[in-house]
């Protein structure tokens, strides 16, 4: 471009009074314009855009003219003008730098970075000098992280021609040549380096760790030791000398040099890890130990862990190795890191003599509360293996996301265990859900009945004398609709205890919520076809019914005769309560503070009506906890006269006494019970009381609400 364009007697142009703009591909600022003191005025601006307007038409071939016309554009911020002006002045000149510059401060503003990257390349190829090393550096590793390696790998190349001690750009271009597997062209660069660094230790290091990295172990050894005459105090250095010695199997000495880094540099975890692992090759394990233990005191890591877990294996401290792999993890690591870790845990178990089902038990519940649920599923299966009479992790199962296919691998699992041991009934439930999600209705239908006589006779052998109908056309007499974490388990295993009350063969159906498609009959066969008689009531406990009027619907539509029983609990508690269930089962890894945070923020841009018909949304702790809201909408369905409303507080205190309530309800004799032991409690550490304050005084004028509504008085605090 000229450097001074005469436009007419009254204006004239410099490049000086066009600003000169500072560039991020990153866009870390989009305000371009600078305060340069002699920037044009707008008349001046205006005056010049249309002698160079005219200009373009007596020389509309001028790359020149197209680029300061673009710049003026670019002072007065129309981008899209500058753009087309830049893009013409290329055309023309391909190889103009200052319009491929200008035009990569557009693209930035524009928010295309890959443009922007590009054509920035493009100014910088053409014209060197625009950008000082770091700046080519940076723009390296711009294309590296936009996949561009051809491009990086010049950039990076300029860097270095422009400042040959540029050792970062050394390493990101011989980077990107190792995993292009171009090692002689990468140890051609690092040669190149030392050949013009001679007295400067890095390169001769770098050049070393390349040999290494090649499995030139001996060049490697004499570049270190070139290394080591420039600067015999590098902690790095002796790290990777460390490991080029003990892969020539000269073992004394690598340990002596990873002993050196550790002394030079105190901290250097990596080093330490090392000599863990050279003295762990050598069955020296109290040392290994110890160096592992330093290196997880400075750096903490899964792999380290793991390393951990493995002496301790070979120390015969099994519950020590098991810490060790379950911290692993628990530190969200890789993938295969987690597979390593639960794979050491389950041989754990398998070595450790004194090992329980138990045992085998909570690493399953463990693997579920961490969201890992296909290696929660078969440690589950693990534990019905050795044991298939343990119950808890057969219910565990009912409440684990199962995928498809596991679904039919748990179908065969179930059916081996049904041939084996026909009489335990929760297999068979098992195996109707399985069949259920995999579609096949008819086959769980049978399941279900299966169960649910096996039970019933199981509890009470003397039904197997009453005549049984094949098939039960009745519904269920009481349904538990909620509230979750409020003590529905418990009040459903008291009911199981009386003898005129044969329950589902499971607590939880989901019927009216997810299983509604599944039609009648699917349902009926989770109830005892012996209850279609009239001295023996049945029901069952879905909790998470209560989010859902749409289910209250559904019942007026099927069985509208239907009780529902509902307790309600303390909104602040149960919120709590409902979250952490829902860590402990691996539906949520956020904090508490975070998720009420959340959820309280989110609540003030949702309408009544959205809380009445939304059944689930994560976080929900305190959606499903407004309970005017859903009671309300139930009983204007089913009628009030359906429903008893039971404060879980009262019956935490005074079970028996509300048992005889809930037994009256029913029309049913009151026959107590020995003890009332609670089920299915849930436990976490104290709440911060704070959070508990603003969950209580947010809760306030819901619960004043409900007691008007219902009549009731609730007194939580």
């Known amino acids: 471009m000229a450097a001074d364009l005469s436009i007419s007697s009254n204006v004239s142009i410099n490049r000086a009074q066009i600003v000169v ?7 870390q600022s989009k305000n371009f314009l600078s305060s340069n003191a002699d920037r044009m005025n707008t008349i001046q601006i205006e005056q010049a855009i249309a002698e160079y307007t005219q200009q373009l038409a007596d020389n509309p071939r001028s790359a020149e003219i197209y680029g300061n016309l673009g710049d003026l554009y670019l002072q007065q911020q129309q981008w899209q003008q500058a753009k087309t002006c830049y893009q013409q002045a290329i055309e023309i000149d391909p190889e103009f730098a200052l319009a491929h510059h200008h035009l990569a401060k557009i693209w930035t ?57 540029f050792l970062e750009a050394y390493e990101a271009l011989s980077q990107i040549l190792l995993r292009q597997e171009e090692h002689e062209r990468a140890l051609a660069l690092y040669r190149r380096g030392v050949q013009q660094n001679r007295q400067n230790p890095q390169f001769h290091l770098a050049l070393g760790k390349a040999l290494a990295a090649a499995g030139k172990w001996h060049q490697a050894n004499n570049a270190y030791q070139r290394a080591c005459k420039l600067n015999p105090n590098l902690a790095e250095l002796y790290y990777y000398w460390g490991i080029s010695l003990a892969e020539v199997e ?56 793991i390393n951990l877990a493995q002496i301790y294996r070979q120390l015969q401290q099994y519950g020590r190795a098991i810490i060790c792999y379950r911290k692993a993890i628990d530190n969200n690591s890789d993938s295969a890191t987690q ?19 138990q045992d085998y038990y909570q690493l399953a519940k463990f693997l579920r509360a961490k ?19 343990f119950k808890p992790a057969y219910i565990d199962l009912q409440y684990t996301p199962v995928t498809q296919e596991q679904s039919t691998q748990l179908i065969e699992f179930y059916r081996q265990i049904t041939r084996q041991h026909p009489e335990i009934t929760v297999a068979w439930g098992n195996l109707g859900d399985a069949l259920t999600q995999c579609d096949r209705v008819s086959e769980a239908i049978e399941c279900y009945r299966k169960g649910s006589y096996t039970k019933a006779i199981q509890t009470y052998p003397y039904l197997a004398k009453l005549d049984w109908k094949e098939q039960k056309e009745l519904g269920p007499d009481l349904i538990i609709a909620g509230a979750s974490k409020s003590g529905t388990s ?17 607590k939880e159906i989901d019927f009216y919520w997810k299983n509604y498609q599944r039609g009648i009959d699917w349902y009926l066969a989770h109830f005892p076809t012996l209850t279609d008689r009239p001295d023996f009531l049945t029901g069952e406990a879905t909790p998470n019914y209560l989010r859902f009027p749409q289910v209250a619907r559904r019942i007026k539509d099927t069985f509208p005769q239907t009780k529902i029983i509902i307790l309600l609990r303390n909104p602040a508690d149960r919120a709590i309560s409902w979250h952490y269930h829902k860590l402990n089962t691996g539906l949520t890894d956020t904090d508490l503070a975070t998720a009420i945070a959340t959820e309280i923020e989110r609540l003030t841009t949702v309408s009544e009506a959205e809380i009445i018909e939304t059944g689930f949304y994560n976080p929900d702790n305190i959606m499903s906890s407004l309970y005017i809201y859903k009671i309300k909408a139930w009983m204007e369905i089913l009628g009030r006269e359906q429903f008893l409303i039971l404060k879980s507080e009262d019956f935490y205190d005074r079970p028996g006494e509300i048992m005889a ?57």
């Open 109 to 165: 503003h524009l928010d295309n970075h890959q443009q922007a990257a590009d054509h920035l390349n493009l100014a910088y190829k053409f014209q060197p000098e625009l950008a000082t090393p770091q700046q080519h550096y940076e723009l390296g590793q711009t294309l590296q992280r936009q996949n561009k390696p051809g491009r990086a790998i010049a950039a990076y190349r300029r860097a270095i021609n422009l400042q040959p001690d």
């Open 339 to 357: 597979t390593t870790a639960i794979t050491g845990y389950q041989q754990t178990l398998a070595q450790d003599p004194q090992a329980t089902i």
């Open 250 to 305: 000269n073992y004394t000495q690598a340990e002596a040099y990873y002993q050196k880094a550790t002394a030079l540099e105190e901290n250097y975890w990596q080093a330490y890890c090392q000599l863990g692992k050279l003295w762990q090759e050598q069955t020296k394990w109290q040392q290994a130990l110890n160096a592992y233990q330093k290196a997880q005191s400075i750096k903490p890591q899964a792999k380290i862990l």
């Open 21 to 27: 703009f500072t560039f991020s591909t990153e866009n």
């Open 661 to 717: 309530q809930v037994c009256n309800f029913l029309g049913l004799p009151n026959c107590p019970l020995d003890n009332y032991p609670k089920v299915n409690a849930g436990s976490y550490n104290e709440i911060d009381a704070n959070l508990r304050k603003t969950l209580v005084e947010y809760f306030a004028p819901y619960n004043r609400q409900l007691e008007e509504y219902l009549g009731m008085e609730f007194n939580w605090e």
């Open 490 to 506: 418990s009040i459903y295993y008291y009911l199981s205890r009386h003898p005129q009350v044969l329950l589902a063969h499971k």
């Open 371 to 389: 969201g890992l649920f296909p290696q929660a599923i078969a440690a589950y299966q693990k534990t019905i293996e050795l044991d298939p009479q």
